[in-house]
């Protein structure tokens, strides 16, 4: 993208976006809770629309001028209701400004302070706005907590969701690194959730919609499902829709839907006034009408036979990594993916994810350290590498590249591995020096030049 404007007038915010776009272009970014959206996208998204306050919601707003934001919000709507094949008694809330925002809203309309919220374990891969605090005896690693099927949480509350509600969590078996749903139903039964969550940031398996549907019900609790990762896959039918199961979903819409940075509410149409209450006035001000515009462009998107492929291809291509890491010796929590993403537990090689995240990011891939299930490490130092899709797939990559690229990332992995034990400092030093590095980072580019990015 050109910005003549910005760069006659703010050449040093120009030159970091030229130096992010080069990055973006040269590197592999394999996080996968990030995407590349297409430029329409882009171009909504620094649109007009950006100037325009409308509090409120479609012909009910605070504020004058607002005919042309109806007309865009509607249709967003509308889009989403495409997009996931809404039923026509559901409802659709496009304001949300982050994923985060999505959730606390949903809590506002539904739930009351000091009621029980059963989720997802953290460092199982669930997710901050689902509630989080440490363990009481152990504030800076995780020990102790390796065993039990449930997490009543610790004293110190590190999200304000902690602060608010009482929050349960439930975990993965240790050995599978799967859910027992029957144990989860046992939990429910005893302390009896106002509200239960599935969805997190490092499961790479499909969540059982229905078993979780029978425990709410079971218990009189809502169920809200977080797609945040997977909306996407769940848009074109790679993975399953929790619609129909769950009373609520919430999503963010730069993942795998490959919008730009927001989030969707999808809910039972009689709960509408309360989550649309939730949201505004319950806690934000007036929405992001020019990130709506782009959200829009992304949905229409969404809906393309284009995208569909990409999605089932963003499968497969993470299903191959996993095969290949297997292959390999590596321990893929949960002996695979069905998703977008792949967890590696880096013990199985005696490292942890740190160091290696760092060397591989000088060698031109990124992926991120990630906690694992049974983590002994802290969350600076986690035991676990987590890669995604999405992005690579957006450039058009498939299984070939998924080979070369899980070749890379082993090398790399072993080239750095006795010198792993370094201070972070010291390890950092070490890496900018090393020739191999650079070697593969010189590969990665030319790959990344066989697949460029649209930007
Ligand atoms: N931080 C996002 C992720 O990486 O999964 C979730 O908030």
């Known amino acids: 993208m050109d910005f003549p404007n910005l760069k006659k007038q703010d050449p040093e915010i120009y030159k970091l976006v030229k ?93 009351e302070p000091g009621d029980t919220i059963l989720s997802m374990y953290l460092p199982d891969g669930g997710h901050l706005s689902h509630g989080w605090s440490f363990p009481e005896k152990d504030e800076q690693g995780l020990e102790g907590q390796v065993e039990q099927a449930i997490y009543l949480g610790g004293k110190r509350k590190i999200s304000i969701v902690s602060k608010i509600f009482k929050v349960v969590q439930y975990k993965v078996e240790p050995d599978s690194r799967l859910f ?60 399953k829709s929790p619609i129909g199961k769950a009373d609520v ?12 940075r927001g989030a969707v509410i999808l809910c039972r149409g009689d709960l509408a006034d309360r989550i649309d209450f939730g949201v505004f006035p319950g806690l934000q001000g007036g929405p992001f009408e020019h990130t709506i515009a782009s959200l829009a462009v992304c949905l229409k998107e969404a809906c393309t036979p284009a995208f569909k492929k990409y999605a089932f291809q ?103 591995a006795p010198d792993c034990d370094l201070k972070p400092a010291e390890f950092e030093e070490k890496i900018k020096k090393m020739p191999e590095l650079r070697k593969i980072a010189a590969e990665v580019k030319s790959l990344c030049q066989k697949y460029p990015l649209n930007i």
């Open 180 to 239: 027992d749903y029957k144990k989860i139903m046992a939990i429910a039964k005893e302390y009896r959730p106002k509200m239960i969550i599935s969805g997190g940031t490092a499961y790479p398996r499909e969540i059982n919609y229905d078993a979780l549907h029978s425990i709410a019900k079971e218990v009189g609790a809502y169920y809200l499902a977080d797609i945040a990762h997977e909306a996407g896959l769940v848009a074109a039918g790679a993975n």
């Open 314 to 416: 963003v499968v497969k291509n993470a299903q191959r990594l996993a095969q290949r890491f297997i292959e390999r010796g590596y321990d893929v929590v949960s002996g695979g993916t069905d998703k977008h993403l792949l967890l590696i537990d880096m013990r199985s090689k005696k490292l942890s994810g740190r160091n290696p995240a760092k060397a591989l990011d000088q060698a031109g891939i990124i992926m991120n350290r990630n906690s694992v299930p049974n983590e002994t490490g802290s969350p600076m130092n986690p035991s676990g590498l987590r890669m995604g899709t999405p992005t690579i797939t957006t450039r058009g990559m498939k299984e070939k590249e998924m080979d070369k690229i899980a070749e890379w990332v082993d090398y790399v992995i072993k080239v750095v």
């Open 249 to 260: 979903i919430t999503f963010t819409t730069h993942k795998t839907i490959r919008g730009p």
């Open 19 to 111: 130096k992010e776009e080069e990055k973006q272009q040269y590197k592999l970014s394999m996080i996968p809770s990030e995407n590349f959206s297409s430029p329409a996208v882009r171009e909504a998204l620094s649109s007009v629309f950006v100037h325009k306050y409308a509090e409120g919601y479609p012909h009910k707003r605070y504020y004058e001028g607002n005919q042309f934001v109806d007309n865009l919000e509607e249709l967003c709507q509308q889009r989403a209701r495409q997009a996931f094949s809404l039923p026509d008694d559901w409802h659709v809330n496009v304001q949300p400004l982050a994923g985060g925002n999505s959730n606390l809203a949903v809590y506002n309309g539904l739930l």
